[in-house]
């Protein structure tokens, strides 16, 4: 009898960016929205920090092969992300001008399974109205983690060496991130565009960069979260992964971002399917990933 060990851990940085009905369904749903003044602007001053509770688990699990007794984690963690300074950063190889952005850290502390805390970093720039993405460093993907290494994750026609490694692809839409040097995005991507209006639809990756994905950006909303009353706007990540023109309708993506920032993150994969050495069906299955904001420090 052949066993699999399935662990979801794995850390995802908030400003990398970044849902239970179909995409054409979702995309289609009316905003019940409050009036009043539209969010500006990222809060990217060095000392501001948020600290989020972290919950992933698999659910609607339908094997194939029988003969796998699969073992499911479910991760707990608690994620830290501040910004710690601002640094200058080359705006084009070789080029003799640089951009001046906020540096992001995240350190993400495993409770359940327990792991070493992980460590990872976020170069993002406020100016022109665009919170924008130069690039980053650190992640799992230079982490050893636990995976098996007879089964692979397909999703929407693409194969993950790892759970880990689909939702890392996800979040950072790229394959390899690196401890010690920062991985850049030249020209640099519009993570978010201000001020948030419901409707507005910008791209953040074009195709080719690897795939496709938009943002849209929901009403203006009020909430309680990590103890005070916010405004946030919901963002939802729209995907195009096999590049058939259509948006995914497997892979839901919220944030709800405020004037205060990042204060909550959902992210669903519906029907990924796990494949075993020769290619052979072993099991589908539902993935939901939450970040839920316990305290922020942010003036």
């Not at 992001?104 to 409770?111: L, P």
Request: aromatic share 12%; net charge negative.
């Amino acid at each position: 009898m052949k066993r699999l060990h399935l662990s979801p851990a794995l850390p995802l940085t908030f400003i990398l960016s970044a849902l239970f009905v179909g995409c054409e369904e979702f995309l289609s749903v009316p905003w019940f929205g409050l009036p009043g003044q539209s969010v500006t602007s990222y809060p990217a001053q060095v000392g501001n920090r948020w600290e989020y509770r972290r919950t992933g688990y698999f659910h609607n699990i339908r094997l194939v092969d029988t003969t796998v007794v699969f073992i499911f984690d479910t991760i707990r963690a608690t994620s830290i992300v501040e910004i710690i300074a601002q640094t200058n950063l080359p705006a084009n190889p070789g080029s003799g001008d640089f951009v001046t952005v906020s540096v992001f850290r995240q350190i993400e502390n495993e409770v359940s399974p327990p792991g070493p805390p992980i460590v990872s970093y976020a170069y993002l720039q406020m100016a022109q109205n665009v919170l924008w993405m130069h690039g980053y460093a650190g992640g799992t993907l230079a982490v050893p983690r636990p995976h098996n290494d007879n089964a692979s994750v397909v999703l929407n026609g693409q194969t993950f060496a790892s759970i880990d490694e689909m939702i890392e692809v996800l979040t950072w839409s790229i394959f390899e991130v690196t401890q010690d040097t920062i991985q850049r995005e030249i020209p640099p991507l519009k993570s978010i565009q201000y001020p948030l209006q419901n409707g507005r639809q910008w791209t953040f990756r074009p195709a080719g960069r690897p795939w496709r994905i938009d943002k849209r950006t929901g009403p203006l909303r009020i909430g309680t979260r990590a103890g005070a009353t916010v405004r946030y706007h919901e963002l939802r990540w729209l995907y195009d992964i096999d590049g058939n023109g259509q948006w995914d309708q497997n892979i839901m993506l919220t944030d709800e971002v405020s004037s205060k920032g990042l204060v909550n993150r959902r992210i669903d994969i519906m029907d990924f399917q796990l494949i075993g050495p020769g290619g052979e069906p072993l099991g589908y299955f539902d993935f939901r990933d939450e970040y839920t904001i316990t305290s922020m420090h942010v003036p």
